[in-house]
């Protein structure tokens, strides 16, 4: 009972990897958004912001909807047995 099934590992790896992806695609919009203070004459494109808060968007929304599915089958109400009277 304590090993995970095969569903759920791919489940917690896609977890992990959509973090990863989260995270390294926020790093690189916050680089794009503070890079004109560094490098003279660049002016980045805006639709490039638009673009990271779309790919940000689906991937906290899908990390998101997983971990909920996860935690609902935690929250289902357990069935009692019907207790015999004698």
């Known amino acids: 009972m304590g090993q995970r099934s095969c569903e759920e590992a ?3 790896l896609s977890n ?3 973090t990863l992806l989260i995270v390294v695609v926020t790093l690189v919009w916050a680089a794009n958004f503070v ?3 560094f490098v ?3 002016t980045p494109a805006p639709e490039l912001n638009v673009a990271f808060m779309a790919i940000i968007g ?6 998101r909807k997983g ?3 996860d935690d609902d089958e935690d929250d289902k109400p ?3 047995r019907k207790e015999v009277r004698r």
């Open 10 to 12: 791919r489940c917690v």
């Open 67 to 69: 971990k909920n599915d």
């Open 35 to 37: 890079a004109p203070i």
């Open 16 to 18: 992990k990897v959509r």
């Open 40 to 42: 003279k004459d660049y």
């Open 58 to 63: 689906v991937l906290t929304a899908s990390y």
């Open 78 to 80: 357990r069935q009692r």
